[in-house]
């Protein structure tokens, strides 16, 4: 049974959230850093910045009903964390 969270997500989230991402061209909204893209090949970097690396999408009102392009922004999970690190080079590896 599909958490309370999930629930409120439509359907179709992954579709939405695939065109949010393909329409930055995979880049963080924050920084603008390129990250991993599908076919990128991720082999040579640690599963922690593949992580780090991975663009998410997310609600700026934490309302996962409200789907308007207006409220979904797309930041690298990490940035905080990583953030030097990833300004620093990364963008060439991946």
């Not at 090949?41 to 599963?47: G, H, L, N, P």
């Not at 991975?54 to 789907?67: I, M, Q, R, Y």
Request: one cysteine or more.
């Amino acid at each position: 049974m599909p958490s309370k969270s999930q629930v409120r997500y439509p359907e179709n989230w992954s579709d939405i959230a695939l065109d949010v991402k393909q329409s930055v061209d995979w880049r963080c909204s924050k920084c603008r850093l390129q990250c991993i893209r599908p076919r990128d090949d991720t082999s040579k970097i640690s599963r922690s910045l593949r992580m780090a690396l991975t663009l998410t999408v997310h609600h700026k009102n934490f309302l996962p009903e409200d789907n308007r392009r207006s409220n979904l922004y797309e930041p690298i999970p990490l940035m905080e964390e990583y953030g030097n690190l990833l300004l620093n080079g990364v963008e060439r590896m991946v």
